[in-house]
């Protein structure tokens, strides 16, 4: 059953980068790609935490023209790394990220420290 979920996601997010291909292709135009990765649920302040990270992103994109002409894309490992993260299971990043209108969040290993059912 697992498997099939599994592959369904997997076929969920070919065929979402399939149709983001097609819809490039009609029309050429200029699109920033801005991509972070292993996040690992930061929160603290120390190090200016996603707050951080979601000005400069916003900031960024607003040099690049708007949100219409940028794909946000966050490679995994997103949903652990801080107590925030570990007592909401990610959910707190995973929203937070939502927020911060990413396109495209791609499964990292620490997605699935969760289970498989959680993670669905």
């Known amino acids: 059953m697992y498997n099939r979920k599994l592959l369904l996601l997997a076929s969920l997010c070919v065929f979402s980068l399939n149709i983001l291909v097609f819809a490039i292709n ?3 135009k200029s699109v920033t790609v801005f991509c972070t990765t292993d996040v690992h649920g930061i929160l603290n302040e120390k190090e200016g935490g996603i ?10 994109v607003e040099k690049s023209g708007g949100y219409d002409k940028c794909l946000i894309i966050d490679c995994g490992d997103f949903s652990q790394g801080s107590v925030e993260a570990s007592l909401s299971n990610g959910a707190i990043v995973f929203d937070l990220l939502k927020l911060m209108k990413y396109n495209i969040l791609i499964l990292g290993n620490h997605e699935f420290d969760y289970g498989l059912s959680h993670l669905l």
């Open 26 to 28: 009609q029309k050429e």
């Open 51 to 60: 707050f951080g990270l979601s000005s400069v992103l916003k900031a960024e």
